[in-house]
């Protein structure tokens, strides 16, 4: 069997495996499980179940005795079967788990027989005939197999040691950059000690130029030792300081064209998005519903994505152009070609190489899954690596090339080598220069139209919606399309001409002086530019064109784009693009436009990484994609960056040196910053008082490190305290301090703990980033003050400090104006309740003083009598049924100003007398509740203040803090009473109406009952609360910014549906979802008051839903049963808290999974009117025992189960899907016995 390749072995290993299910067997049972299943959403296109990969190639089968039997490991195989859904073709692609000494490379047919012969053995079932029936369907079925990661080949080990000489070379051209600037300092320091000058590093700073490259030291008298200084050359090729400040550097030098650096940018991510969306075509466990989202005019923009690559394309051809014509015109044309055609390709070529080597040797030992390409995808590039080297890939058909999507390179190497064709004749014979254009342009026309009617081929993937009914044949005349028209140059080249051709007018304009486009024109051509690269983009959509108009098509659309893009780049160098020139100049695009090459050398790399290694399938929406998107956008320029540090920048950037002093402070520091910084260094000796206070207030290491105290916080109103006054008219002085905490990434084992110090810097500096520039700064200053050797101290700290980060605080800043506004508010509002009081207690002495005027009658009026015969159940209003008499206008606004009287309102809050029909011990549970939310807070808020974190543990690790650790039910309480109360309230009413209720008053009550004082406390939040305070542990400004941006969110009351991280007042998610179960409210009360059946049966369905979901997000997203057994977590930190905030995110301030405890508190509700409309006798002392037994166990458990558990996923599953309903059930029954009367001591309390 399995394809006439089986061995004896695979037959009985086979046999054996099947044999140890009946009895089970640990190891068959695990080999069966994992095999693919058929999943949900099939309907849906779901035809890929790739079971479980891991569990396969855990499996180990031990060998039985002497019998010869077991010793074999799993071996995960997918199984190709075509299956036909109407005139659709969607292969079923499931998993098998087979011995490893099987080797199935062709059908499915012999492994489908042999998997019958064994069961029609084993079970009880007649399976004969049942091979003829599947004969039909597996007759194209395919198997290929995936074993066990191997080692690491020859090819692989080689390349990493390459890669690491690089990287060590990289490490020592760094480190004689910096040995050499502190030999310097340190010469500079002699000298001026013998002659009595100070150095001014300010100075230095000032005479270096940052569009050239500083050679620190070149010329100083300070000397390498000789071998160093012979070698220096070649290493400072590969100094990260140098390459990095090029590649980093916002600054456009004179003549550069910073519209281009944008275009280039945007161009890159069009094509990462692009590659994504493809990637995830291949993932998705939803293809059929994919058709939705992708018959979408917007989508265009990446179903015909292909013009992204066009883009490049023109930029190419016109910076080729543009730098010829602009060298040409100072040298009369002479251009030293040799050099031009070398140049070029040292310039692209090593770090292709690289990629390559990596993509080939390392990238198939990075991951694994049951996506993982196939082996045959980096064997094209260890048999036809040399056609990539010579650029002619392009040539070859796709699935036999290195790298797919290199084809682009050749396509631009192609077009540069023929491109002095057009560069010559233009510059000296104008008129020929045009007839070839002219003449190219139509090459490229005639093999597009020629080619796409002689091999019928489509127009890309615009209009794929209108062959999906028959992808079998559509996709083949797509591939097609690649191989004979995308990646040939023959029919690319016009988009490099009109590069070639813009450059030239550009260049053309200049040279004459001429005038700016008049305003006509420049309409004219945004209109016709726009229109033209639009129809391109979207001409596609819902259109099936016939045979002539796809060649047409094909012919015209990449030049019209092309045309348009040209326009576009001619607008923005003549200086008149206005707001698109402004947008793509954007001084951040340039360093990412730098790294663009390599970004898209490796990305492709990135997504099959990551794509390849892939466990379960992906939901195919826009959301999904886009977060995807931009985490590879992300990986890919963070991998491009270290590729042009080490590989890519030292062959551009040969002899090169970073100007290494003080380019620091996240490459934002001023030359005032640098300026202040060294004076403030030079004024401890002789000491001066502000900057000695200045390094006092810095953070040190203190007393506990080893009980986990890495925060030292220094001293931050003694930093910000500091003033330097003005040194005379030298413009040194004159500066505040400025109070900056470092976060630096530690590792103790396998837990993470940050270590935060703090430093005092000037004011003039402002810091955002990374430390490592500040470190280097100050490093190199002290080098010129300390007598202290500090060389070679960046190093050691670099591998520390690489991810630290800084961030500032100075002093506190005026009061903005949305704080303004709010104080006035609010001071308005305290002004009323002011008036209110005074107008009751006018009213009351105005009482007083007529009442003494009767005082023969002998009575007595006590404003404690008034008080004792008002109601403490509504507002009572002093002196109001009294005939004593305010002034007419202040009568006349007293119910106004009534409302906000502070005696009336505080009346209310504080009586404690219980009115006829309240539930007091509601009360109670209401403030135990909060009792129990504060102080959760209140350990969770200390967590990060604390200094002997480690030694927290000793406190954790008991049983009683279960109270705190798992204190999420404390806001189940307040659900279930929310609900009882509502539900209460309801059948109250309802049994005197008839269930007649106003129900845009049930609703409108509630959201103007909540919302007046949440706005409020809102508005103080975000614009108040950042001026109560200050402080080295004083929230970010980020922390209110949210609601500045996302308040709307909290007033519609949705915002648990947001991130945490982006929710205005993040404790608030507690409100949308009271709010949003109070509006669902009445479907279930109607239906309990008047048919209870069906009310039971949506109390019984919205109790599954939340269970399902619990379960389901639990387990789909191995999620954390919350905080309660974090100690069993304790090694392994790192992981625990992101694994924390998705718990959080997911599923904690959810709507439908926190729901049950206000389904219980209704419920309670009720029965507990229920019992009173029918006059239930009370409960016996048996039934009352039995409750509380079971509640109290009930909640305990919940509570207090998690302490020393380690859950598995499925435990972890249903104890999430079942602790609130549990905990709640007990809370219920508290409020049950006690709104009865039958609460004992519970009630009294």
């Known amino acids: 069997m399995l394809s006439q390749t089986t061995s004896d072995k695979c037959v009985q290993d086979i046999q054996y495996a099947f044999k140890r299910l009946l009895p089970p067997s640990d190891w068959s049972m695990k080999m069966v499980d994992s095999f693919g299943k058929p999943e949900s959403g099939i309907l849906l296109g779901n035809f890929k179940w790739l079971g479980e990969y891991d569990e396969c190639l855990k499996i180990y089968a031990p060998p039985k005795g002497k019998t010869g039997l077991g010793d074999f490991h799993g071996k995960y195989c997918t199984v190709q079967i075509p299956l036909k859904l109407g005139s659709m073709a969607l292969p079923l692609s499931t998993a098998v788990c087979l011995p490893d000494s099987c080797n199935p490379n062709a059908t499915f047919n012999g492994l489908f027989n042999s998997l019958q012969t064994n069961l029609t053995g084993m079970t009880q079932f007649n399976l004969a005939g049942m091979d003829e029936k599947m004969e039909s369907i597996l007759s194209n079925a395919t198997i290929s197999c995936k074993s066990k990661p191997k080692e690491l080949t020859t090819g692989a080990i080689v390349v990493i ?18 040995l050499e600037h502190y030999l310097k300092r340190e010469t500079a320091t002699g000298c001026n000690a013998a002659t009595g000058e100070k150095s001014s590093l300010n100075g230095d700073v000032e005479t270096a130029s940052h569009d050239d490259v500083s050679l620190i030291g070149a010329k100083s ?18 100094c990260i300081f140098t390459n990095g400040e090029k590649i980093l550097n916002t600054a456009s030098a004179e003549g550069q064209l910073p519209c281009l650096h944008g275009i280039r940018f945007l161009s890159m991510t069009w094509v990462i998005v692009c590659h994504c969306y493809m990637s995830v075509a291949n993932a998705v466990k939803n293809p059929l519903e994919a058709i939705d989202y992708v018959d979408n005019w917007t989508f265009q923009i990446i179903m015909n994505g292909f013009f992204s690559v066009d883009s490049f394309f023109v930029l190419s051809g016109f910076l080729v152009g543009y730098l010829y014509f602009q060298h040409a015109s100072k040298t009369n044309g002479k251009i030293p070609w040799l050099y031009f055609y070398i140049h070029r390709y040292i310039r692209l070529t090593p770090v292709y190489v690289i990629v390559m080597l990596f993509f080939t040797f390392i990238s198939p030992f990075m991951g694994s899954g049951p996506l993982w390409p196939e082996y045959t995808v980096v064997q094209a590039c260890k048999d036809y690596w040399w056609w990539n080297l010579l650029y002619i890939n392009n040539f070859q058909n796709m699935s036999d090339e290195c790298m ?104 053309k304009r200049k040279q004459n002086n001429s005038p700016k486009l008049n305003t006509i024109t420049l309409w004219v051509g945004w209109t016709l530019a726009s229109g033209v690269a639009l129809a391109c983009q979207f001409g596609l959509y819902h259109h099936k064109l016939s045979l002539v108009a796809t060649s047409f098509y094909n ?72 977060m995807l998107y931009f985490g590879t956008l992300f990986i890919s320029y963070a991998a491009a960056l270290v590729t042009s540090l080490l590989f890519e920048s030292p062959d551009f950037l040969p002899n090169a040196i970073q100007p290494i002093l003080l380019e620091m402070l996240s490459q934002t520091a001023s030359d005032k910053c640098v300026q202040d910084i060294q004076y403030a260094f030079q004024s401890l000796w002789p000491p001066s008082n502000w900057a000695m206070k200045m390094v006092d207030s810095y953070g040190k290491p203190e007393s506990g490190i080893l009980l986990g105290n890495f925060k030292w916080l220094g001293e931050y109103d003694e930093c910000l305290k500091v003033y330097a006054p003005p040194k005379g008219k030298t413009g040194l002085g004159d500066f505040h301090g400025k109070y900056c905490a470092l976060e630096i990434p530690l590792k103790l084992g396998k837990t993470a703990l940050p270590l935060s110090t703090a430093v005092c810097l000037p004011d003039s500096c402002n810091p955002n980033r990374t430390i490592n520039g500040l470190f280097n700064g100050l490093e190199s200053i002290l080098t010129g003050i300390i007598p202290y050797n500090l060389t070679g101290i960046d190093v050691i700290m670099e591998s520390i400090v690489g991810n630290a980060t800084i961030s500032c605080q100075s002093k506190p800043k005026g009061l903005t104006a949305s704080a303004i506004v709010v104080i006035t508010l609010l001071s308005i509002i305290i002004s009323i309740a002011v008036i209110g009081s005074s107008i009751t207690v006018l009213e009351y002495y105005l009482k007083r003083e007529r009442t003494q005027n009767v005082a023969n009658t002998g009575d007595k009026i006590s404003l404690n009598g008034d008080v004792e015969t008002a109601s403490h159940d509504r507002v009572s209003e002093l002196g109001s049924n009294s005939e004593v008499r305010l002034p007419v206008w202040l009568e006349k606004y007293k119910p106004f ?50 200094s002997n974190s480690l030694g927290a543990i000793d406190y954790i690790d008991n049983w009683t803090f279960q109270v705190i650790l798992n204190g999420f039910f404390c806001v189940d309480s307040f659900f279930v009473l929310s609900g009882f109360l509502v539900g209460y309230v ?13 129900w845009l008053y049930f609703y409108a009550h509630r959201y103007i009952r909540l919302t007046p004082v949440y706005v409020i406390v809102m508005l103080f939040f975000a614009t108040i609360s950042p001026f109560l305070g200050s402080g080295p542990l004083w929230p970010e400004e980020t922390v209110v910014q949210a609601c500045k941006d996302y308040w709307w969110w909290n007033l519609l009351y949705i915002n648990n549906f947001q991130p945490q991280t982006e929710e205005c007042m993040p404790w ?94 209704l419920l309670i509700a009720y029965i507990v009117c229920k019992r009173k409309e029918n006059n239930s006798p009370k409960l016996n002392t048996i039934t009352l025992w039995t409750g509380w037994a079971l509640a109290s166990g009930v909640a305990l458990t919940c509570q207090f189960v998690l302490y020393h558990q380690k859950l598995s996923l499925v435990e972890t599953a249903f104890y999430n899907a079942l602790s609130r309903i549990g905990f709640s059930l007990g809370v219920g029954w508290v409020i049950f016995v006690c709104v009865i009367g039958q609460g004992g001591r519970c009630l009294i309390v």
């Open 161 to 178: 040691t390459f890669l690491s000489v690089i990287t060590f070379l990289a490490v020592i051209g760094s480190s004689i950059t910096v």
């Open 221 to 238: 008298d300070a000397r390498l030792p000789t071998w160093l200084e012979k070698s220096k050359p070649f290493f400072n090729c590969f």
């Open 404 to 507: 797919g999507w290199s084809w682009y390179l050749a396509n631009d190497m192609q077009f540069y080598i023929i491109s002095p064709l057009f560069l010559i004749t233009l510059y000296r014979w104008p008129k020929i220069g045009y007839s070839l254009l002219g003449l190219f342009f139509c090459i490229s026309f005639t093999a597009n139209f020629a080619i796409t009617y002689e091999y019928n081929l489509v127009a890309g993937m615009g209009n794929i919606l209108e062959y999906y009914q028959d992808l079998q044949t559509y996709l083949p005349r797509m591939m097609d399309f690649f191989n004979k028209v995308y990646i040939k140059p023959y029919t690319r080249v016009g988009a490099y001409l009109v590069g070639l051709l813009v450059a030239y007018i550009v260049c």
């Open 555 to 626: 012919a015209l659309s990449r030049i019209g784009f092309s045309l348009g893009l040209g326009w576009v780049i001619f607008v923005c160098v003549i200086g008149q693009g206005d707001a698109v020139n402004s947008i793509l100049s954007w001084k951040a695009l340039i360093p990412l436009s730098r790294l663009t090459y390599c970004a898209y050398l490796v990305h492709p790399v990135v997504q099959t990484i990551y794509f390849g290694s892939i466990r379960q399938l992906i939901e195919f929406n826009h959301i999904n994609v886009i």
């Open 897 to 946: 100003f009534n409302c906000f009287c502070i005696l009336t309102n505080g009346e209310k809050l504080l009586n404690t007398d219980s009115a006829e029909g309240q539930l007091p011990c509601l009360h109670g549970l209401r403030f135990l509740s909060m009792v129990w939310v504060i102080v959760c807070h209140s350990y969770l808020a200390s967590a990060s203040y604390i």
């Open 986 to 998: 309801y059948f109250q009413h309802a049994a005197k109406t008839d269930g007649k209720i106003p």
């Open 1068 to 1161: 608030s998610w507690y409100l949308a979802n009271d709010m949003q179960f109070y509006i669902i409210s009445p479907l279930l009360l109607i239906t309990l008051y008047r048919w209870p059946k069906i009310g039971y049966s949506f109390l019984g369905l919205f109790f599954g839903i939340s269970f399902t979901t619990n379960f389901a997000l639990t387990y789909v997203y191995n999620l954390l049963p919350g905080m309660g057994n974090m100690m069993e977590y304790a090694d392994d930190l790192e992981n625990y808290y992101p694994r924390v905030l998705d718990f959080s995110t997911i599923i904690y301030i959810k709507p439908y999974t926190r729901i049950c405890a206000y389904l219980v508190g």
